[in-house]
């Protein structure tokens, strides 16, 4: 029974990682809404119907984005500047992770995140061409076969992260009894 | 009023007769009855009567029908009433009719006048001319013919809510009437079913429709009974006359009605056509005794008319069928004598007229005849539209009549009887005594359930109906009834397919399907135009299908699985063109715009019905039901026949929506201009022509009183004007603060176009000269785009933007980003996304607030379109360009300018629009290309649409079709047109479903699985790198072959086999791979490759697949052979020759037509004949190098030329520019780069690509 690094490590992981699977559920969340749309032509037939889901997409996509920059331009509503931006502060505890666990030297588990590092860091800084700062994009996101791939990526990731949750959990223990 | 109390006594003494009268009416139908034979003489004879004698009887019988209305109330007292009638009909009626009370007070004389003019006023009095027959007629035309008629009906109906009522109060009636009236009522229902839909309103009607509807179908029924009835009520009310010589009468009054007769004998016969035509058209069989019942209910209008007030009680037996609205119905009986009174003569003459008509529609099934009366402009179009189907209604009708006279005869005797029986009005007891000869009929009315009767009844028409559909196209009669009965209708696929070809050859392989070895074949090019394939459906469904015009799918044969969509290595997509210019487009103006319950479908040519009742969906499968409305064919005018109404006649159809479509009043037009005003667009002087341009079409700008136009400018400050009506001239306002933009008076700057046209005729004389000392190089796009954005945001509408160089102040300004040394980089081409997002969020912002923005980009230098383009790409506006504008250096360019101005200016346009694309369960839409903004999975959200605008989507296979043999795709486009209409525009194409590659690989058509790949290859570009969709398109010509050759075709590799239908897909693609938008290797500027990409991106396919592969004529010889007439000019049609140089010859003169450019390419050795005769110079020297327009010389080969030259602009929007390029100019190069077939230092030719291609196959 030894309070190790590795076993501080491990407890912080089993922390921060609830948080990540809380963003991943976000994300599913926004998706789902963003799929859900109302068949009813009536309504779609509305302009001001037209503008609040508009609004909508670009909200969530705002939200996704990850840096806050909400449109300047004529943008209505008080969207403030700092909304919640979702993607970098996983992506950057996701991070911590890795280097925590190079730090602790647990190759095992750095060998487990390090596929996702890398995914995480093609995403990031392979983003669509228009040299925006847009990560999801809200005129594309509605295409179906983008908004496909951005749902199974977040299911996929709950999944990891769900898993990877009890393994952090088991880790910890372990360590903690192992030495 | 005195010589209808005259008459009343008369009715009072004739009461019986009245009601035999009624039964007269339907008397002639029930001639048959022998029993009721003599009163129905007697009857008609009084019906004779009363016309003859004169409306003034008529007009008392109609009294007396209101009387008998109110006498309901009364039931025994009918007779006394009815000399009362008069009078009480007439307070009685008041009250019963809410609406009419002012008519019921007219009744007697007055009442026909006020039915005459009150009812429908325009429409009663044109189409009534037969009273209720005329109405109906009037209903059934509204029905058909578009709301406008409708309303009208409405109107009717309103004052008429007293015909739904009386309809309902007729069943009512009916009920105490009996079942005779039972028939009437039918037609009654018929009013109201055909009121009903135009009723909208929720009146009364729609209830009538709910439940009752069926009687609806009787329209035509009501019609021929409405002219009974009338004949009856007189008849009832005018026993006094003669009965035979009144019949005689009768019948020449009638004589419209059927020459036939109206002799005892003749009435009946012309019932029976007269009813044939209505069984025809409702089904109605004789069995059915619903189908009396609802007669009847059609007569209990007029007996409703009495029974209503007699006895509420009655009503609400009756009401379960009807709403239940007596009074209402006392109207209609009214209604239809009083207008049958009004005009006497006139009432009946056109009565007879119509009835002939009837007859003679139903008989010959000439749907038009009774248009004539009372159709409206909507009817009217419908009518054209319907033309068609007279053939079908006829074979329809005929079937259906035989039963319908016996249920005829039934109801009629019944009538009679029930009249006879009981002369008061007593409602039981006479149905009671009609169902004894109709046995249906009073349990029929008395279930006034016209649904249930409708059911079975309408079944058998619908058969009926179906049956002549079908034999006319052999397996077509299997798609109608049979979209359901997939097991024969893919085993008809199946043959058809695998009969290919459609037998047009002998050969057991379909044309389609022939192999050819492409490296063999020296000219692949066919000589004629390229069309689209017809996809292998059955002669029914081929007609029907939507024009490959509008719409068109990559694979007319759809795979049943993705897998073997995967094995065929096709794109799967579709490309639309949705809002094309049209030359014939059904309307329709309907209440309920039937749609499918869950998917939202509209209904279309391709749905099935499952019976009269219901119909199932063709994309999600769900059983709907039909609404009554939609029973009644406004074509035809006839009921229950839903299938052969316009919107299951046409694949493109559009709606005018209803109020339910819009949460706010449609918008109006507005427009508003932002231009550059800076020096560099002074020195191009775009100015001059865009103010000439707008001066000249200022009145043909889409729009109505409401338009509302708006002028900015801007250099490196922000101008507004101030246009409002009252000043002495234009305001100008200058906004110096671009970083914080405000519009200093937001009310003045858009101002009604109609109000202020002196004052924008005064600012768009000015402008051009405005800045002409301007020393402002700057220029404030953004700002200024931000400006326009504001000011447009209360209505959306549609911004045009003149832009002349690269925005450099303010918002959204860009960097140059373009190296020229890499222009013909055959590496990396970098810079094709947007520099910033600054114009994507402005133009989500736009979109949002239904304002389109709409680029003319003008400039000689870089101006970063990349960037710019996204102000117009996602609010779907369109993209202009015209590099090197210069209004006197670029003549051709000023030119361009001006007629694609003409042309933007005065096109439709369609405001705050959406599109959504729904197709079969099973496929799935990813990825849309065009100008828009997807708003979700399915819908795009296009703040305009224009007639211009193309658009694409890919599609995959979800779940595997192999349950159903047809698939369907469906595009609904609502928008607001330009004079604040709201419609929705449908198209809906079918397609069948094939599961063997072959059959996959038979249906490709190339031309629209190029247009798809140039737009996926356009996204790889911008998301990837051009050169990995270089790769793509290569590899997508590789992946077919190859898997065609592998898989179908039984030739090893040593060939380059490809099927016929194939066969010009590498040629497309190397012309793809050699067009500006993805070509390297060839200095191509930066904007001039990305405009290339919007167009691919906006252009729909005809004008796409100009630009992607031109066509190349010789026109230095043309004959007439082969020419073709239009327009009494001959045009000659040379073949088509291939983009090569080594088709052309010294000795000649071709024209080459990109599209948008036409070329004439004049060889150094071409024929002095031909210079002199056609160009208008002595010889080749003197040509000059610069010539853009051929000169009018009155010479045989110039005629032909032109002819030829003015057929091929003819087919276009935007009017080409020539050029005359001498062999040796320097602009031969422009010409010389479309011949693609050739090698140039960079690309393949044709044959290298082939051998290319060929190899990536072995490898």
Redesign the interface.
């Known amino acids: 029974m030894a309070f190790t690094f590795a076993a501080f490590c491990y407890m912080l992981t089993l922390v921060l990682c609830a948080s990540l699977i809380f963003f991943v559920i976000w994300h599913i969340i926004a998706f789902d809404e963003l ?1 859900t ?1 109302f ?4 309504d ?8 609040e ?3 909508n ?2 909200r969530i996509c705002c939200l996704l984005r990850k840096v806050s920059r909400c ?6 509503g008080g969207r403030g500047a700092l909304s919640p931006q979702l993607v970098v502060p996983e992506y950057s505890i996701h991070g911590l992770f890795c280097l925590m666990f190079l730090c602790a030297a647990e190759w095992v588990t750095l060998g487990l995140n390090i596929p996702l590092l890398f995914y995480h860091l093609w995403r990031y800084f392979h983003r ?7 990560m999801y994009d ?3 996101i ?7 791939y951005c749902q199974k990526e977040s299911w996929c990731k709950l999944a990891f992260y769900l898993l990877s949750f009890f393994y952090y959990l088991y880790s910890m223990v372990y360590t903690l009894v192992s030495f | 009023m005195s010589a209808p109390a005259g008459s009343p006594h008369p009715a009072a003494s004739a009461r019986i007769p009245p009601k035999f009268g009624g039964a007269a009416a339907s008397g002639p139908t029930a001639s048959t009855d022998p029993s009721p034979a003599p009163h129905q003489q007697n009857g008609p004879a009084q019906n004779q009567m009363q016309v003859p004698s004169g409306y003034g009887i008529h007009q008392n019988y109609v009294s007396p029908s209101g009387h008998y209305s109110q006498g309901p109330g009364k039931m025994t007292s009918l007779p006394l009433d009815s000399q009362c009638d008069d009078y009480y009909s007439g307070l009685y009626t008041v009250p019963t009719q809410n609406v009419i009370p002012p008519s019921t007070t007219n009744q007697q004389p007055g009442a026909q006048q006020m039915y005459g003019r009150g009812p429908p006023a325009p429409h009663i009095v044109g189409s009534t001319p037969g009273s209720f027959q005329g109405a109906a007629p009037s209903a059934s035309h509204l029905h058909t013919s578009a709301s406008q008629s409708y309303s009208s009906f409405v109107n009717h109906y309103n004052s008429p809510a007293m015909y739904s009522t009386n309809s309902s109060v007729a069943s009512q009636g009916f009920p105490s009437t009996c079942g005779h009236y039972a028939m009437s009522t039918v037609s009654n229902a018929v009013y109201p079913s055909a009121s009903y839909p135009s009723l909208p309103a929720g009146d009364p009607y729609g209830q009538m429709f709910t439940s009752p509807n069926t009687p609806a179908i009787r329209p035509v029924k009501d019609h021929s009974f409405s002219g009974q009835k009338t004949a009856a009520s007189h008849p009832s009310l005018l026993p006094p006359p003669p009965p035979s010589s009144q019949q005689h009468h009768q019948p020449q009054s009638l004589s419209g009605y059927n020459a036939v007769s109206w002799s005892p004998s003749g009435l009946p016969q012309a019932n029976d056509s007269l009813i044939r035509n209505h069984a025809g058209s409702l089904n109605m069989s004789s069995s059915n005794p619903a189908s009396i019942v609802a007669d009847s209910s059609s007569y209990p209008v007029t007996q409703n008319v009495h029974s209503s007030k007699s006895s509420p009680v009655v009503s609400t037996g009756v009401s379960g069928v009807s709403s239940s609205r007596i009074p209402p119905t006392a109207n209609h009986p009214v209604e239809p004598t009083a207008s049958v009174t009004t005009q006497p003569s006139d009432l009946l003459q056109q009565k007879g007229m119509q009835y002939g008509e009837y007859v003679n529609n139903q008989a010959s099934s000439a749907p038009t005849p009774l248009s004539s009366t009372s159709d409206d402009e909507e009817e009217e179009e419908e009518d054209e539209e319907a033309g068609v189907d007279s053939s079908s209604t006829t074979s329809s009708a005929s079937p259906v009549p035989n039963s319908y006279d016996a249920l005829e005869g039934g109801s009629y005797p019944d009538m009679l009887s029930s009249s006879t029986s009981s002369p008061a009005p007593e409602p039981a007891p006479d149905p009671d005594p009609a169902t004894a000869p109709a046995p249906a009929v009073p349990q029929p009315s008395k279930l006034a359930k016209p649904f249930g009767y409708g059911y079975p009844i309408l079944q058998p028409g619908y058969q009926n109906a179906a049956a002549p559909l079908s034999s006319g196209g052999q397996p077509s009669g299997q798609v109608y009834s049979g979209f359901q009965q997939y097991p024969q209708y893919p085993s008809v696929n199946q043959l058809s397919s695998s009969l290919g070809g459609l037998s047009l050859q002998s050969s057991p392989q379909p044309e389609s399907l022939r192999p050819v070895n492409l490296t063999q074949e020296r000219n692949i090019l066919p000589t004629t135009p390229v069309w689209a394939p017809v996809p292998n459906l059955s002669l029914d469904l081929k007609k029907l299908n939507c024009s490959p015009d509008s719409f068109r799918c990559t694979l007319t044969n759809i795979p049943q699985t993705q897998a073997l969509l995967n094995k065929a290595k096709l794109p799967l997509g579709l490309l639309l063109h949705p809002f094309r210019d049209l030359t014939q487009l059904p309307v329709i103006t309907s209440n309920t715009i039937v749609r499918c319950r869950s ?2 479908t509209y209904i279309n040519p391709f749905v099935s019905f499952i019976d009269q009742r219901r119909w199932k969906c063709n994309l999600c499968y769900r059983v709907n039901d039909v609404p009554e409305e939609f029973m009644y064919n406004p074509l035809t005018r006839s009921y229950g026949e839903p299938h052969k109404r316009p919107e299951v006649q046409n694949s493109t159809v559009e709606f005018i ?1 209803s109020s ?5 009043p449609p ?1 109006p037009a507005v427009y508003l201009f932002v231009l550059d005003v800076s020096h560099n667009a002074v020195e191009a002087g775009y100015l001059t022509i865009l103010c000439q341009s707008l001066l000249e079409n200022l009145d043909k700008l889409p729009g109505d009183s409401r338009t509302r136009i708006g002028f900015v400018t801007f250099d490196s400050t922000i101008h507004f004007y101030n246009l409002q009506e009252g000043l002495s001239q234009p305001q100008m306002l200058i906004v110096s603060d671009i970083d914080d933009v405000f519009l200093p008076t937001p009310d003045s700057l858009l101002v009604n176009l109609h109000e202020s046209k002196e004052l924008i005729k005064d600012l768009l004389n000015a402008l051009p000269n405005m800045f002409t000392n301007t020393r402002e190089t700057h220029s404030a796009l953004g700002p200024a785009l ?1 400006a326009a ?2 000011l447009m ?1 209360p209505t ?1 509408g549609r911004v045009s933007v003149f832009q002349t160089q690269l925005p450099s102040l303010g ?1 959204g300004l860009l960097q140059s980003r373009e190296d020229p040394n890499q222009r013909s980089s055959t590496k990396v081409v970098q810079h ?7 114009y ?3 133009a ?2 736009c ?4 304002t389109a923005v709409d680029l003319f980009l003008l400039s000689s230098q870089y101006s970063d379109l990349a960037s710019l383009a ?1 102000i117009s790409k ?1 609010s779907a506006g369109c993209i202009y360009y015209y590099p090197s504008f210069h209004y006197t250096h670029n003549p051709s360019q000023a030119e361009k300018l001006q007629k694609d101005l003409k042309r933007y200016l005065t096109r439709k346009i369609g405001f ?1 629009a ?1 599109m ?1 694309i729904r197709c079969t369960k099973g496929l ?5 290309h065009g100008n828009f ?5 399915d ?1 795009l ?1 296009l703040a305009n649409i224009n007639p211009d605008a193309g658009f694409a989507v ?1 599609l ?1 296979i979800e779940e595997s079709l192999t349950d159903t043999s047809l698939v369907c795709f469906q595009t ?1 486009l ?1 928008y607001t047109s330009s004079k604040g209409e ?1 419609r ?1 525009r449908v198209h809906t194409l079918c397609l069948p479903v094939v599961s063997s590659l072959a059959d996959v690989y038979a249906g490709v058509d190339v031309q629209a699985s190029i247009c798809l790949l140039a737009n996926m290859a356009v996204d790889r570009s ?3 790198s051009l050169s990995d969709a270089r790769d793509a398109l290569v590899n997508a010509v590789v992946d077919s072959l190859s898997a065609y050759g592998s898989t179908v075709s039984n030739f090893q590799h040593s060939a380059l086999i490809a099927p016929n239908s194939l066969k010009l897909f590498p040629l497309y693609v190397l012309a793809l791979l050699k067009q500006k938008a993805f070509r390297t290797g060839t200095s191509t500027r930066l904007d001039d490759r990305v405009y290339a990409m919007c167009q691919i991106k906006s252009q729909p396919l005809v004008h796409l697949m100009k630009m992607i592969h031109p066509n190349l004529y010789r026109i230095d010889r043309l004959t007439d052979e082969g020419a073709i007439h239009v327009n009494d000019r001959v045009v000659p049609q040379p073949p088509l020759q291939k983009l090569s140089a080594e088709k052309l010859t010294r000795e000649g003169a071709f024209l080459m037509d990109c599209g948008s450019v036409f070329y004439i390419w004049v060889g150094k050795g071409c024929e002095n004949s031909f210079i002199e005769d056609v160009l208008g110079y002595p010889n080749f020297a003197s040509v000059p190098q610069k010539m853009t327009h051929l000169p009018e010389l009155d010479t045989l080969s110039s005629e032909r030329t032109r002819s030829f030259i003015t057929w091929l602009r003819d087919g276009r929007p935007l009017s080409p520019v020539l050029h005359v390029v001498k062999d040796e100019s320097p602009a031969k190069t422009e010409f010389f780069q479309h011949l693609i077939e050739d090698r140039t230092e960079a690309a393949f030719s044709y044959y290298e690509f082939l051998l290319h291609v060929q190899q990536q196959i072995c490898k």
């Open positions: 799929r749309d068949k009813n032509p009536i779609q037939g509305n302009p001001a119907r037209a503008r889901r508009l609004k997409i670009e449109p300047p331009s004529g943008c209505v669509p061409a228009d040299g925006s700062e847009v809200a005129v594309s509605m295409n179906a076969d983008i908004l496909n | 998917c939202r929506a339910d479509y819009m949460l706010r918008q931000q954005f504001k945001s959306g918002a094709l996304g947007p520099a910033t997002d600054f994507k969020k402005l989500l912002d979109s949002g607030q239904q996204c996602y705050e959406v959504r799935s839409m990813h990825t849309f903004f997807v708003r979700s999975t819908l959200s890919q995959s609904a609502l709201r929705i911008v998301s990837s």
